[in-house]
């Protein structure tokens, strides 16, 4: 099993800029890959980055490409979501998620955080 807990939400004036955490903790051996997703107020969750621990490749959802930034420190079983630019939209719980080797990166996802959350103010 693998723990997940995100740190870093918080309250942000549109075009202000956050810095999310996610560290990982019991069998991190297992994971191939770690990512976010958002869920806005009344809607479903929704990828927005992911990284992968073997080759360091990033994927990025459309909405969030050149505005986020997906990194990680495998020493630290740590990935972080460096979010500039904010805007209203991005409101919403913030869901750190962990893939175990085997899984179809970037989507797929065997352990979730409980989620931070953040709010973009207009």
């Known amino acids: 099993q693998v723990q997940l807990v995100e740190s870093g939400g918080g309250l942000v004036q549109a075009g202000g800029s956050l810095r999310l955490s996610c560290e990982a903790s019991?069998?991190?051996?297992?994971?191939?890959?770690m990512g976010w997703y958002h869920q806005a107020p009344g809607k479903e969750r929704d990828f927005v980055a992911s990284?992968?621990?073997?080759?360091?490749?990033?994927n990025y959802a459309d909405s969030v490409r050149g505005r986020f930034t997906i990194s990680g420190d495998k020493a630290k079983n740590t990935v972080y979501l460096q979010m500039n630019t904010l805007k209203p939209a991005d409101t919403g719980v913030y869901f750190c998620a962990a893939a175990e080797f085997g899984r179809r990166w970037p989507y797929e996802y065997d352990y979730w955080g409980q989620g931070t959350q953040v709010t973009v103010s207009s």
């Open positions: 990284i992968s621990w073997t080759t360091s490749n990033t």
């Open positions: 019991g069998s991190t051996f297992r994971t191939y890959y």
